[in-house]
């Protein structure tokens, strides 16, 4: 007798597409294969270790749309009947990432040097600490820190492409985020300490003689001398210092050593000019406040002064009010600061800050990236695609960041005048700006051009408060014959028949990621931000006429109360109370 022994089929699971990391929002196919097997009489089985969707019996499994939820172990197996089906195929792992979402406060085109500006480094919808945060600027390579805030004071040496990203492991990380341009307005004057630079301090003993070594101080007399840690030892006498503060020097020579008295203080403080409120642009009629700061001040009594461009000179005070600006008000501010019982003792001139006072009737930028045609962030490869400047200048320049390399018009693109046309059958994903034939640069914006079919119409701009915008979707041959479904961060936010997504008045809260989805197929997502308006002055006639009307209907009354029951005066307590709290 003769036995045969039948060794089961084995299955073979693949990926698509197969790269080592997948991020949210991609679609992806496992496909399942039976070695030597012909025949279509088989049923899969799957086993996700994740929590996802209900495992289905075809040899293919597809994810529309990726998230975090998906990821996990994948295997299958096929199935002929009760008592036949293959081994377990090898497993697959699935790691999906999510794209760091990164802000800036306050959100202004235009940072002043002096101001305070905060970056927020944010892992979608939120909710997990354990995250190390990355940032990349154009100027230094990727720094790491587990703080998602980076502070700084902005000087102009911090303009630039900002990113982040966040990672949890060795393995597992999100994907850059979008990225913001930083542009500070104020150049470095020459006796100021630029950032990362020093001063150079002498000390000697009168009448000069040979032998004497130096000590500084920092602070009080009473401190410890300085040593190489805190100050640069250039020469005898000679010390280089970055950080402010009040600085004393004393000689010394001999053995015991004999100490001269102490020498007047000298600072090295640093001045800052801060405005607020702290918006770029100032509008006619607002009240705003400049203050004179003394950085590493101490207990130190200050006078102040202020040197400006502005034809409106500020009084010798820490803090200048106006209560309602003008464009006179307009120019550069600068101050310092000088020590009251030693007025030879002053800190160096203030960083300026540029003050714009707009008229209500002209608020346009001097420089600005006025339009992209067409008007939406993603495009097809095939679209012509232009980026238009606008502002006081005769020459221009378009450039975009792109994986890290900055770029001219000219490498992808033809320029003419004061727009640029972006190539077609071009793939990309970069943030663009113009930028004036003086330096000035614009505001930026981010522009998709994909090799897809389906591609979500969103504002490039961004929106501000109260704002009603409309978002929709676009196939590239075919037409909407069911539904569309729109997403805001991943949570499906719409699925009826209107093919567009319709806000009528928009929040912080609408803030985010949006993409749509058509049948099998989805769009990328793209970033859609919504600036915070501010209260602007009223020129509204509406107080002035309640109060003349008021004021008529005041002398009538005087004239005619005694033919008034006293009931009849609410009227005229009414009319005096609107008229007085709304003018």
């Not at 053995?255 to 642009?281: G, M, R």
Request: hydrophobic share 25%.
């Amino acid at each position: 007798m003769v036995l045969f022994v039948s060794f089961p089929n084995r299955a073979s699971l693949t990926l698509q597409p197969n790269w080592p990391q997948i991020f949210s929002g991609e679609t992806i196919t496992y496909r399942c294969e039976i070695d030597g097997v012909r025949d279509t009489q088989w049923t899969y089985e799957w086993e996700p270790t994740s929590s996802n969707t209900q495992s289905p019996t075809h040899s293919e499994y597809r994810i529309i749309s990726a998230t975090v939820s998906h990821s996990g172990d994948y295997r299958c197996k096929g199935r002929k009947d009760s008592y036949s089906s293959t081994d377990w195929s090898n497993a697959i792992r699935l790691n999906v990432s999510r794209k760091a979402i990164l802000t800036l406060e306050p959100n202004w085109p235009q940072i002043f040097s002096g101001e305070t500006v905060t970056f927020k480094c944010q892992m979608g919808r939120g909710g997990d600490t354990q995250w190390t945060y990355e940032r990349r600027t154009s100027s230094s390579k990727t720094k790491s820190t587990k703080h998602s805030e980076y502070r700084i004071i902005a000087q102009w040496s911090h303009s630039g492409i900002y990113r982040c990203k966040g990672r949890r492991d060795s393995y597992s990380s999100t994907e850059w985020s979008y990225a913001i341009r930083l542009n500070i307005s104020g150049e470095a004057d020459d006796t100021d300490i630029p950032v990362g630079g020093s001063v150079t301090l002498t000390c000697s003993v009168n009448p000069s003689s040979s032998g004497w070594k130096y000590f500084w101080y920092r602070g009080k007399k009473t401190s410890e001398p300085l040593t190489t840690p805190d100050v640069v030892f250039l020469s005898t006498g000679q010390i280089r210092v970055s950080q402010g503060g009040l600085y004393w020097c004393r000689g010394g020579r001999g053995d015991p050593v004999y100490y001269t008295e102490y020498s007047d203080p000298i600072t090295a403080n640093k001045a800052v000019v801060t405005l607020q409120p702290n918006w770029s642009e100032i509008y006619r009629g607002e009240k705003i406040t400049l203050r004179c700061e003394i950085k590493d001040g101490g207990d130190t009594e200050w006078t102040y002064e202020w040197k400006t461009t502005s034809s409106k000179k500020p009084s010798n005070q820490n803090e200048h009010s106006i209560r309602s600006a003008t464009v006179s008000h307009s120019g550069e501010y600068r101050c310092k600061g000088r020590m009251k019982h030693d007025q030879q003792s002053s800190t160096d001139w203030s960083d300026p800050i540029k003050l714009t006072v707009l008229d209500s009737n002209n608020m346009n930028p001097p420089v600005s990236l006025k339009d992209v045609s067409p008007d939406r962030v993603q495009h097809f490869t095939s679209d012509s695609v232009s980026v238009n400047c606008e502002g006081n200048s005769a020459e221009w320049r378009v450039r975009r960041f792109k994986d890290s390399y900055w770029s001219h018009c000219s490498s992808w693109g033809t320029m003419t005048g004061s727009t640029c046309n972006i190539d077609s059958n071009q793939q990309s994903d970069a943030v663009y700006w113009c930028e004036s034939g003086s330096g000035e640069f614009s505001n930026a914006v981010n522009i998709t051009k994909l090799k897809t079919d389906i591609i979500l119409l969103s504002p490039v701009h961004p929106v501000t408060e109260g704002d009603s915008i409309s978002l929709s979707c676009r196939l590239r041959r075919q037409t909407f014959e069911s539904n569309v479904f729109f997403y805001l961060n991943e949570k499906l936010i719409q699925n009826d028949t209107r093919r567009e997504l319709n806000i009528s008045a928009v929040s912080k809260s609408d803030e985010g990621f949006y993409k749509c989805q058509y049948s099998q197929q989805v769009s990328a997502q793209s970033w859609m931000s919504v600036n915070v308006s501010r209260p602007e002055s009223s020129s509204s006639p509406v107080p002035l006429i309640v109060g003349l009307v008021c004021g008529i209907i005041l002398i009538i009354l005087l004239l005619l109360l005694y033919r008034y029951r006293p009931s009849k005066g609410e009227n005229f307590f009414y009319c005096f109370y609107y008229s007085n709290t709304r003018i």
